[in-house]
């Protein structure tokens, strides 16, 4: 009777080893790096029917294995051109690999989640969470939000004033809007893809008691029509900037300012008219770039 109650407290105490085991090893599996350098886990694997999204916004081909989480077959290989997007019918999770400074960098992926390569910090190609589940528009930035500090010296170097319209395209919780109409008096317009995000910009517009100057809508930035902007602040990767210049160039007036936290625009050198350095109160280093259309 002894004997049987030590092996059935055996077999408890390794199966429990067992299955904490598994979850650090997932939960670690499922670390996927930010653009502005943070690991980000992502959100609890769904494992529902949907699919896996894999998405090429640099400028080179990719090429990456993947094959199911659970299973010994030789992985499937992959080469996913610039612009390109992989799409994965997956109830389970996957497990893709790909290299980076000739080493292997091994990522597991969740089925309704999506996921982009892109170029860091250091112009190194890195697999990232895609920031919003939509799979009909462009993922322009992860949710990272500009500190108060740096929005405020970018709204200073865009002279925003009273009379000045300030668009965000990607607004987030909205304080760069909010910030322009609290404290220059300015009219704005926020859009994020994000629900929560809209949300979040519209209750901190109503605490702030600027709900009369500003407004955010729920929308795809890229279908954003900003042609009353005499000002857009914007915090998206310098892809996504180069996807949305041709809107710039065709929607904004002659005269109008657009001020960037941290990336350009690129192929609008000639139309950058001032840069900024700043360090928020964290000692981390921001540069703003202002641009006249
Ligand atoms: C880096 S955050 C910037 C937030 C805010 N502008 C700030 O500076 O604090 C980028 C935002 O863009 C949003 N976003 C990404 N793709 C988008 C799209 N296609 N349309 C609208 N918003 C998008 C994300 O949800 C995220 O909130």
Redesign the pocket.
């Known amino acids: 009777m002894k004997r049987k109650t030590w092996i059935a407290a055996l077999s408890l105490a390794s199966l429990l080893m067992l299955l904490g085991i598994s979850i650090v090893w997932l939960t670690q599996a499922n670390r996927v790096k930010r653009p502005d350098g943070s690991i980000s886990s992502a959100s609890a694997p769904a494992l529902t029917g949907k699919e896996i999204v894999v998405r090429n916004v640099t400028k080179e081909t990719v090429a990456y294995t993947v094959k199911p989480l659970i299973s010994a077959g030789v992985p499937e290989k992959r080469s996913l051109k610039p612009g390109g997007m992989d799409r994965f019918a997956a109830k389970r999770s996957l497990v893709l690999t790909y290299s980076r400074l000739g080493s292997e960098v091994t990522e597991t992926l969740f089925p309704g989640t999506p996921y982009c390569f892109r170029y860091d910090e250091n112009n190194l190609v890195h697999l990232y969470l895609g ?2 589940m939509r799979e009909d ?10 500190p108060t500090e740096v ?1 405020e010296k970018m709204l200073e170097m865009a002279q925003v004033g009273s009379a000045d319209v300030v668009y ?6 909205g ?2 809007v909010i910030l322009a109409a609290k404290k220059f008096g300015a009219r704005g317009v926020g ?4 629900p929560r ?1 809209i949300k979040e910009a519209k209750a901190a517009a109503r605490k702030a008691g600027v709900e009369n100057l500003v407004k955010f809508s729920l ?4 279908k954003t029509d900003f042609s009353e902007a005499t000002v857009l602040a914007l ?2 990767l310098p892809e996504s900037n180069a996807l949305l210049r041709p809107r710039f160039e065709s929607l904004l007036k002659p005269g109008a300012r657009i001020v960037t ?1 941290d990336y350009t625009i690129p192929g609008w050198d000639d139309k950058r008219v001032a840069s900024a350095a700043i360090k928020d109160p964290t000692g981390k280093n921001h540069t703003i770039f202002l641009y006249h259309r």
Do not use: F, K, N, Q
């Not at 528009?137 to 949710?143: G, I, Q, R, T, V």
């Not at 929308?219 to 890229?222: L, V």
């Open positions: 920031s919003h528009a462009e993922d322009l930035a992860p949710y990272v939000s500009t929005a965000d395209l990607g607004c987030g919780d304080r760069l859009v994020d893809i994000v995000r929308e795809d930035a890229m915090y998206l936290h």
